[in-house]
């Protein structure tokens, strides 16, 4: 199992050189990837570009950039520029956002979001292959486009697939999901079972599954899971994150957060790997002085020290 750090969507403000700074901590730590949340602030694929030019070897991904306001050819225009600047090292990670964002703020149509995102992989996934995306649908018409990006190699891509229409889209098309709010037992009976399925279905390999869960090294536990709550608050509301926290009988996003001693955290990690997680994505609680350099420090032990 690869083991990442999140950056973005815990409410803390970092400027581009703080980011670059994280990933080269992230390197030297010995971790495999830095995943970027595309949230109100800077763009995730971007900024993972000029990344990937200052940080020589960390892998890259989005947790995730949103489709509705992105047409696929061009989300998949800037991500093939992003991996051919990278040496190839990123992962384009998209979802559908939620209905208060794209109808509310944004004021489009959020009624047919498992269409949409069948659609969008089936612009998106052959441009992602090198070939040329011909497709007529209810929302994109593309003809005869290719992209010619030099240096640029097969783009993976991950869907952020909750409920089933969506694992459903996503192992028949994509190259796996990237979960955010998921418990373990809803990861193994839920998300890897039925994108697994899919895939299997469709002929396709075993997907990759990027598990995103907060996490603090603590030996204050329950006053960490107390800020952990109110921190993350608002996806305790929003309905398809509400959902995965019912079905795993999460109060709230607390519940599901990896809090606790090095045996603790140690056997949660373990566990997710042994359920089908393959990209574990650390979202470093900081509720505590020290506890993003003392958390990364522990993950950095599970690869042999930086």
């Not at 080269?24 to 495999?32: F, I, K, M, P, Y």
């Not at 964002?101 to 992989?121: C, D, K, Q, T, W």
């Not at 995306?133 to 097969?154: M, T």
């Amino acid at each position: 199992m690869r083991i990442g750090v999140m950056i973005g969507g815990d409410g803390r403000q970092h400027t581009i050189d703080d980011v670059i700074g994280i990933a080269r901590q992230v390197e030297s730590a010995g971790l495999d990837d830095v995943w970027m949340a595309n949230i109100f602030s800077f763009d995730a694929i971007s900024t993972l570009m000029l990344v990937g030019r200052e940080v020589p070897r960390i892998g890259l991904g989005t947790a995730v950039t949103p489709t509705y306001p992105r047409h696929p050819v061009a989300i998949a225009q800037q991500a093939l520029t992003t991996a051919a600047a990278s040496g190839n090292r990123f992962t384009l990670g998209i979802g559908l956002s939620h209905q208060l964002v794209i109808e509310n703020m944004f004021g489009l149509s959020y009624a047919h979001p498992a269409r949409h995102m069948r659609e969008y992989l089936s612009v998106l996934m052959p441009l992602a292959r090198g070939e040329a995306a011909n497709f007529s649908g209810e929302e994109y018409r593309v003809a005869n486009v290719a992209l010619d990006v030099p240096g640029a190699a097969r783009l993976p891509v991950v869907v952020a697939a909750l409920g089933p229409a969506m694992l459903r889209i996503a192992g028949e098309l994509a190259d796996g999901t990237n979960t955010w709010m998921v418990g373990p037992r809803t990861m193994e009976s839920h998300i890897v079972k039925r994108i697994r399925e899919a895939a299997a279905g469709a002929g396709r390999p075993d997907p990759s599954i990027v598990g995103g869960f907060p996490i603090i090294l603590t030996n204050k536990p329950d006053a960490a899971r107390a800020q952990i709550a109110q921190q993350l608050t608002i996806y305790g509301q929003l309905p398809s994150y509400r959902a995965m926290l019912d079905r795993e009988g999460a109060a709230g996003p607390a519940d599901i957060a990896i809090a606790g001693d090095e045996n603790l955290l140690r056997g949660e990690l373990r566990r997710l790997e042994e359920i089908g997680v393959t990209h574990f994505n650390a979202a470093i609680a900081a509720v505590e002085e020290g506890a993003f350099e003392r958390t990364l420090e522990f993950l950095s032990s599970l690869r042999g020290g930086g």
